[in-house]
């Protein structure tokens, strides 16, 4: 089973000089612009046999483009919001109860803490997660080897898939840094003689590459490192032709 995890699409909430607090807001016009080329990618390089979704605007609207490219519907899922986006119990927190106040320390720095008053903790995050992770193996892992899962969701939730797939503790100490429309390609091989998670590939965004070369992304060095190889030196150049 391949599983592609997906970063949402540049939202509101993400621009440096928002001050309008943890609501549910949707996609900025560069945020539909990413969408819109990660859904031409996904239509022509990926056959997708499942798309789920988180219920947040910015991943609903992300996904709604992958859908509208590739007739794949989107099946939506309150596991995979974005950390501190439900109560402890699990339950999504409702637009009318945004914004968000969260604590004054980084959830990680205390994973058994919540970060809101009714909200999660770090390692309740993590269990929901996780469930939503364990039901994906359950339904996917056995069937054929090809098989595609894309999954929309949110920095906080790739963060917690790496945790889940390396066995990391409560005390994490590496920020996973996921670039908007970001494609993390995991592969799961139940009876593989080694491991059986497989990583192949952290936050691919060389679809952020427009026709005219335009950058469509936030970071700069993302683009730079997708766009030019690094040279060879002379020596080494002349070692490969022997």
Do not use: K
């Not at 894309?150 to 390396?166: E, K, L, N, R």
């Not at 670039?179 to 590939?201: C, K, M, Q």
């Not at 936050?203 to 190889?229: E, K, S």
């Amino acid at each position: 089973m391949h599983l592609l995890l997906v970063r949402h699409a540049q939202s509101y909430v993400n621009l440096p000089d928002w001050d309008g607090g943890y609501v549910d807001v949707g996609l900025t016009p560069l945020g539909q612009e990413q969408a819109r080329r990660l859904a031409h990618w996904m239509a022509h390089n990926v056959r997708i046999n499942a798309l789920y979704t988180s219920t947040m605007a910015r991943a609903l609207e992300t996904a709604a483009f992958i859908t509208e490219a590739t007739g794949i519907p989107a099946v939506p899922d309150d596991r995979l919001r974005e950390f501190g986006n439900c109560y402890a119990d699990g339950r999504p927190i409702p637009a009318e109860a945004m914004p968000i106040y969260y604590a004054e320390f980084w959830g990680t720095e205390r994973p058994y803490t919540r970060i809101s008053e009714s909200g999660e903790s770090w390692i309740l995050f993590r269990v929901r997660v996780g469930t939503f992770l364990d039901d994906m193996l359950a339904r996917y892992a056995r069937t054929e080897p090809e098989t595609t899962v894309v999954v929309v969701c949110h920095g906080g939730v790739i963060d917690a898939t790496f945790d889940y797939a390396f066995n990391v503790g409560a005390q994490r100490r590496v920020e996973v840094w996921t670039h908007n429309t970001g494609i993390v390609h995991w592969e799961y091989v139940p009876d593989s003689p080694r491991e059986s998670w497989r990583l192949h590939a952290h936050g691919m965004v060389h679809h952020l590459i427009a026709d005219d070369g335009r950058w469509l992304g936030a970071q700069p060095l993302l683009y730079d490192a997708t766009r030019h190889a690094v040279p060879l030196s002379p020596d080494a150049a002349s070692s490969e032709g022997d």
